[in-house]
């Protein structure tokens, strides 16, 4: 595949791409932006109510301008470059919602570049905020992850939440890898060059960069597996127990296992191509540490992310599956072989899950609070939806590999011996059915056991109930001609009350309900009141 560094400017090259689909890219001259700015702010009625964008293309002609100043871009760039600042401003006012914040936001992310534009960041950050503008212009926003193609020059675009298409460089190595082995001369061809040319110089090879925050990393950053040139990737190791590992990202240390392998695939292809032995040593290196690890990134039901941290989404985790095969028919490496068909295997095998200790017997109804519901305790070996099978069972819910707690609580229900089955579905969905232990319902037809006594006016009372948090109290005296009740309300099954009763003695007796209003009562004897 014949891909070079051009000698013609991006600009130049921009211009030969047919443009397709009717999308097409205005050029004005240097005094359209301006303009653009100066009747946007008269539409909005005064400087103080002008929209936040306009703060951001202003800071984008003063960063074209000091571009030219320092001959980091030529005058044909400039004008590209505000042209499609201006295409974006006169986009913007008319944008509903969403696709208005989105512009606005890519916008806004190109001007705090202001002071970095060149010629290889210029085409990628304002060929995106070009593309950002034809879509929105008349698309919604799409779901996040989604990757979009620009025709006119063969680069992808992937959707982010509230900050429109970015510029992903590995994805777009990831397409162009999948055209050179379709052996698409043609797409392959335009995105390398594409990619060429938003190339920049660092440690001495070139890089990509990343112009959107994430996980921290403050932009421009670049990703270890993104950078295709043999140079830079030694600077984006860092070292592990087994050897060199790649940085997935340059602003922090995780241990990613699809960034270890996608770079050794990649340099096999280099080192390959080009006889280079240091290239060829490297990656020795980085097999030796990836077959190392790989034991560490095995839970014996999938793999994990990265060292120590979640398991892998299903695409990384397929991911990982095919560039292991790839591997492992490459170097017909032992431990490469095993991790292919047992990584594989995960994919099709449903989730393992153990029982913990039976749930006592529970009393649902009423719901007071107090032995409602059952607990159920399970481990599951991977990433799954759970859900129990059973009458008035509650949601689905989606959990991790490892001990999770479940909750039946079914409310009024026929007492009875109940058997739940677990059902769990992993994310590629195959599903296992496992029966827990049986619960028994039970219905609170017992009232509590008391005893209570009187000492002059107080109270002193202890009981038990199993099925009750509580129990409602009352005093109901009586005397010839006169019943009165004392009520004193839900109370703990230990303590005392001070009887607040009129004058006299009376016949004093307590009934103590329980939540189901199962009663107990209890004679008390004569209540002598001589003041009240």
Same mark, same amino acid.
């Given at each position: ?11 130049? #090259? ?123 212009? !008349? ?97 984006? %190791?860092? !070292? ?55 034991? #560490? ?136 059915? %496992? ?56 109370? %703990? ?25 199962? %009663? ?13």
């Amino acid at each position: 595949m014949g891909v070079r560094r051009s000698l013609a400017t991006p600009l130049e #090259r921009r211009r030969r791409v047919g443009r397709c689909g009717g999308l097409i890219r205005l050029v004005l001259r240097p005094a359209g932006l301006a303009a653009a700015l100066a009747l946007a702010m008269l539409l909005s009625g005064s400087a103080s109510a002008k929209p936040p964008w306009l703060t951001d293309l202003a800071l984008i002609n003063k960063g074209i301008d000091r571009a030219v100043a320092l001959n980091r871009i030529d005058g044909a760039e400039a004008a590209e470059y505000r042209g499609d600042a201006n295409a974006a401003a006169d986009v913007l006012p008319k944008l509903p919602s969403s696709r208005y914040r989105n512009l606005a936001a890519v916008a806004h992310q190109v001007a705090g570049f202001w002071k970095g534009y060149d010629s290889p960041r210029g085409l990628t950050l304002f060929g995106m905020l070009a593309f950002n503008t034809r879509w929105f212009a !008349s698309h919604w926003d799409q779901k996040p992850g989604k990757d979009v193609f620009d025709t006119s020059d063969g680069i992808w675009y992937r959707a982010f939440p509230g900050i429109g298409f970015q510029f992903h460089p590995l994805e777009n190595f990831g397409k162009l890898n999948n055209f050179v082995a379709q052996k698409n001369t043609t797409r392959a061809e335009q995105l390398a060059q594409s990619l060429l040319d938003r190339s920049v110089v660092r440690a001495g090879g070139l890089a990509w960069e990343y112009y959107f925050r994430f996980e921290g990393g403050q932009p421009p950053w670049i990703s270890g597996t993104s950078q295709r040139v043999y140079k830079t990737v030694p600077s984006l %190791t860092r !070292s592990v127990q087994a050897g060199p590992w790649i940085r997935l990202y340059a602003f922090n240390n995780e241990t990613v296992l699809n960034a270890q392998l996608q770079t050794i695939v990649s340099l096999q292809d280099y080192a390959g191509r080009t006889g280079d032995q240091a290239a060829t040593a490297l990656v020795s290196r980085l097999q030796v540490a990836a077959t190392g690890m790989l034991p #560490r990134f095995d839970t014996g039901y999938w793999s994990l992310y990265s060292l120590g941290g979640a398991e892998a989404p299903l695409d990384y985790h397929q991911y990982v599956v095919r560039l292991l095969g790839i591997l492992s028919r490459r170097t017909q490496d032992p431990t490469l072989t095993t991790y292919a068909q047992r990584f594989g295997d995960d994919l099709r095998q449903p989730p393992v899950v153990n029982e913990g200790p039976a749930p006592g017997a529970i009393y649902p109804w009423p719901q007071d609070g107090y032995r409602d519901y059952a607990r159920y305790v399970f481990w599951v070996s991977k990433r799954s939806t759970v859900r129990l099978q059973i009458d008035h069972a509650g949601s689905p819910v989606v959990v991790s590999r490892g001990w999770h707690t479940i909750l039946w609580s079914p409310g009024p229900i026929q007492p009875g011996q109940y058997t739940p089955n677990l059902h769990a579905s992993d994310v590629v969905g195959n599903a296992s059915d %496992t029966d827990l232990p049986p619960v028994e319902v039970r219905r609170d037809t017992q009232a509590p056991k008391i005893n209570a006594s009187l000492a002059a006016r107080r109270l002193y009372w202890r009981g038990t109930d199993d099925a009750s948090p509580w129990m409602g109290l009352k005093v109901v005296i009586r005397r010839p001609g006169a019943v009165r009740t004392l009520w004193l309300g839900k109370q %703990t099954f230990r303590g005392s009350a001070l009887l607040a009763a009129p004058r006299g003695v009376w016949s004093a007796t307590l009934f103590a309900a329980d939540s189901s209003g199962n %009663t107990a009562k209890v004679p008390l004897g004569s209540l002598r009141v001589t003041r009240p």
